[in-house]
């Protein structure tokens, strides 16, 4: 049973280097704002509306939660098994469905419009997180996670490989931004947008996350190279701050790893906060971006810190 800290500082926040003691806020606590859930996944922020949307993925629905009253609700079920979620530059909900095996947008007025399902004619496998870049151009990986079983979409067979692909909604063209990734998971741009950051997870003999440059007009990765080795450790979803750190959700291996690790731009493990359960994903929100927001197995947790996540 999971009971929270109440004496300052709580000692589920880790310094592992004295670059992190300034992102700890010695005052604030690991908070457990929600739990009940089957596996959480996809946090985003909608400031606008002083909430934040998460995944359950196998119940089949995105939750919303509610900075001021802190109720949980249904915000949409079924979902088709949404994963990764993200929000463009107009504010419209992207979401990831390992259902239907698509990327969809939520538009304003509550209807939604199908972005990508397909790639040279065949079907996507089970689009799994996402990021916008600040061009508008949507960004995702395309693992088979999503189809291995019917717990979290619909058994199925890849006719793809696991490319990780970059959206011109301009156009509307599809490309293949990296084929060279073993079942790609979490990503993220680095502050100013010339590095994109990639969890590789069937990389051997341990998974880890590889980075890559981000090239001629912001269209094309290139130079790619393994930043972490995780080593036992499993990451997930993953973060930049406005200083180009790493908040990776982290777990599911070893106990003592669950939670959420934090690595500097230079790939060095700066710092973690230890939690109950797997951190799946995160993102920062809250009025200064500075509360951290962690998904985990069946638990929503937050943390102030003392940075902002990058826009």
Same mark, same amino acid.
């Given at each position: 049973?999971?009971?929270?800290?109440?004496?300052?500082?709580?000692?589920?926040? #880790?310094?592992?280097?004295?670059?992190f003691?300034r992102?700890?806020?010695?005052?604030?606590?690991v908070?457990? %704002?929600?739990?009940?859930?089957? /596996?959480?996944?996809?946090?985003?922020?909608?400031?606008?509306?002083?909430? %934040? %949307?998460?995944?359950?993925?196998?119940?089949?629905?995105?939750?919303?939660?509610?900075? #001021?009253?802190?109720?949980? $609700?249904? /915000?949409? $079920?079924?979902?088709? /098994?949404?994963?990764?979620?993200?929000?463009?530059?107009?504010?419209?909900?992207?979401?990831?469905?390992h259902?239907?095996?698509r990327?969809?947008?939520?538009?304003?007025?509550g209807? +939604?419009?199908? !972005?990508?399902?397909?790639?040279?004619?065949?079907p996507?496998?089970?689009?799994?997180?996402?990021?916008?870049?600040?061009?508008?151009?949507?960004?995702?990986?395309?693992?088979?996670?999503? +189809?291995?079983?019917?717990?979290e979409?619909?058994?199925?067979?890849?006719?793809?490989?696991?490319?990780?692909?970059?959206?011109?909604?301009?156009s509307?063209r599809?490309?293949?931004?990296?084929?060279?990734?073993? $079942?790609?998971?979490?990503?993220? /741009? $680095? &502050?100013?947008?010339?590095?994109?950051? @990639?969890? #590789?997870?069937?990389?051997?003999?341990?998974?880890?996350i590889? @980075?890559? =440059?981000? @090239? =001629? =007009?912001?269209?094309?990765?290139?130079?790619?190279?393994?930043?972490?080795?995780?080593? &036992?450790? +499993?990451?997930?979803? !993953?973060?930049?701050d406005?200083?180009g750190?790493?908040?990776?959700?982290?777990?599911?291996?070893?106990?003592?790893?669950?939670?959420?690790?934090?690595?500097? &731009? #230079?790939?060095?493990? +700066?710092?973690?906060?230890?939690?109950?359960?797997?951190?799946a994903? !995160?993102?920062?929100g809250?009025?200064?971006?500075n509360?951290?927001?962690?998904?985990g197995?069946q638990? !929503?947790?937050?943390?102030?810190?003392?940075?902002?996540?990058?826009?």
């Open positions: 049973m999971w009971e929270p800290h109440v004496g300052y500082p709580d000692p589920a926040v #880790q310094v592992l280097h004295p670059s003691e992102y700890r806020i010695v005052l604030a606590a908070e457990r %704002l929600a739990t009940g859930f089957r /596996f959480t996944e996809g946090p985003v922020w909608f400031g606008d509306h002083r909430c %934040l %949307l998460f995944s359950d993925i196998p119940n089949n629905r995105i939750m919303r939660w509610d900075e #001021q009253s802190a109720a949980v $609700s249904v /915000f949409r $079920s079924p979902s088709n /098994f949404a994963n990764g979620n993200a929000r463009d530059r107009e504010g419209r909900l992207v979401s990831c469905e259902g239907m095996r990327v969809t947008r939520t538009e304003h007025n209807s +939604i419009t199908v !972005l990508a399902d397909s790639y040279e004619g065949k996507l496998n089970s689009p799994n997180d996402v990021v916008v870049k600040s061009d508008g151009t949507i960004w995702f990986t395309d693992p088979a996670f999503g +189809i291995s079983s019917d717990y979409g619909n058994r199925a067979e890849p006719e793809l490989p696991t490319y990780l692909y970059r959206l011109d909604t301009r509307g599809l490309s293949v931004a990296a084929d060279d990734l073993l $079942s790609p998971n979490g990503l993220a /741009f $680095s &502050p100013d947008e010339k590095r994109l950051y @990639v969890v #590789q997870s069937r990389a051997t003999p341990y998974r880890n590889v @980075v890559y =440059d981000v @090239v =001629d =007009d912001g269209s094309r990765l290139n130079h790619q190279r393994a930043l972490i080795d995780c080593g &036992p450790g +499993i990451p997930d979803g !993953l973060r930049c406005e200083d750190n790493l908040w990776c959700g982290w777990g599911m291996g070893d106990p003592e790893l669950d939670g959420v690790m934090v690595f500097s &731009p #230079q790939g060095e493990r +700066i710092g973690r906060i230890r939690l109950p359960e797997r951190c994903n !995160l993102c920062f809250g009025r200064h971006r509360r951290l927001f962690m998904s197995s638990s !929503l947790y937050s943390l102030y810190v003392n940075t902002r996540g990058a826009l």
